[in-house]
């Protein structure tokens, strides 16, 4: 009888601490592969293979594209690409952004519950927002067991409670518990197959890339929404997944709610803080044109700059003002 072979492990913030001590507990000869997505910056020249493999037992390498799971091994995704899994084989994809981020959790997730089913365990861990959420609903879905570490363990809670709040998880564990817990999960039977949702595995061929009009099938998986894509400007549809709003543009960058929202945040205070700039660049401008204008004898000329740019003075003073408000609210959540 075939067990569970496979463990998919996300985390963000917080998470290079959280598996190397995960990666220490576990026990040598795990008979599992396991699959590794830890967001870092797409240019990020770091070792976190050679990190887990000095904190533990087990062999770990960034995963290569074509190559096997091999059981017994940690795979890493590599940065800036998404890793997948396809049958018993890992899959690199430089596809869209998912929740803003390459490597994506959700990205992980969804494929490892379409190929693997019952056969697959997924682990979120600390970190930021809720990547990795939607993806462990679908891993559930398809017959996986959910394991989310404690929020009151985790060093950034987000993640975990998100996923906790939005998927009816197997398992809610400590960080030292949970090696002995996946040990445990890893030996045990896995459980009888359950067909994949088709909206699923729709999701998922987009994001391998298996499927020729991305449109036709968006609008299969939801409507179109009054919102664009962060990230390429173009339509983006509204998907409903259970009780949680997600949204995904024909290019295949996918958004939760909440990182849809951060995202446009973080829009909104670049056009702010550009204008600022500008206003600021004009006041300044101004000013020097009243000063010329005054050593040059011209009062009245040397005022009228002067005015002017106490105008621009005052438009960019409002919209520092307001930078501060949005941190403030940004800071309390």
């Known amino acids: 009888m075939a067990h569970r072979d496979i463990v998919a492990i996300g985390a963000s913030a917080g998470g290079l601490s959280a598996l190397k001590r995960l990666a220490a507990g576990l026990p040598a000869g795990l008979d599992a592969a396991v699959l590794v997505v830890q967001h870092v910056s797409s240019d990020a020249k770091g070792n976190l293979p050679g990190l887990l493999e000095r904190a533990g037992p087990l062999p770990a390498a960034f995963a290569e594209d074509g190559a096997p799971a091999v059981r017994g091994r940690i795979h890493v995704a590599p940065p800036n690409r998404h890793l997948l899994l396809q049958g018993d084989t890992l899959r690199l994809s430089h ?18 519950a379409v190929c693997c089913g019952s056969r697959s365990i997924g682990v979120v ?25 404690d929020p009151a363990d985790a060093e950034y809670p987000d993640m975990p409670r998100n996923a906790l709040a939005t998927t009816e998880a197997d ?31 729709l999701e998922a061929d ?11 099938a968006l609008d299969r998986l939801g409507q179109r929404s009054v919102f664009t894509c962060p990230d390429c400007g173009g339509v983006m549809w509204e998907l409903h997944d259970g009780d949680a709003l997600r ?15 951060h995202a446009m945040s973080g829009a909104v205070v670049e056009g702010m803080e550009t204008a600022l700039r500008t206003l600021e660049e004009r006041g300044r401008m101004l ?7 005054d050593q040059q004898g011209q009062a009245q000329s040397a005022r009228l700059w002067s005015e002017r740019a106490q105008v621009f003075g005052q438009q960019a003073d ?12 940004e800071e309390t959540g």
């Open 95 to 112: 596809g869209a952004w998912e929740n803003g981020v390459r490597p994506a959790v959700d990205t992980l997730f969804r494929s490892v």
């Open 125 to 149: 861990l600390t970190g930021y927002l809720d990547d990795g959420s939607a993806g462990l609903r679908a891993l559930r879905r398809c017959g996986g067991v959910a394991v989310v570490q």
């Open 171 to 201: 398992h809610m564990a400590a960080l030292d518990a949970m090696p002995s817990l996946l040990a445990r999960l890893v030996a045990s039977a896995a459980g009888r197959p359950v067909p994949v949702p088709p909206e699923i595995q």
């Open 206 to 216: 987009i994001m391998a890339r298996r499927h020729g009009d991305e449109m036709a």
């Open 247 to 261: 949204y995904r543009c024909h290019l295949g960058h996918a958004y939760s709610a909440a990182s849809l929202g």
């Open 287 to 293: 000013r020097r044109l009243g000063e010329q204008a």
């Open 318 to 329: 409002a919209i520092r003002a307001a930078l501060l408000r949005i941190h403030q609210v």
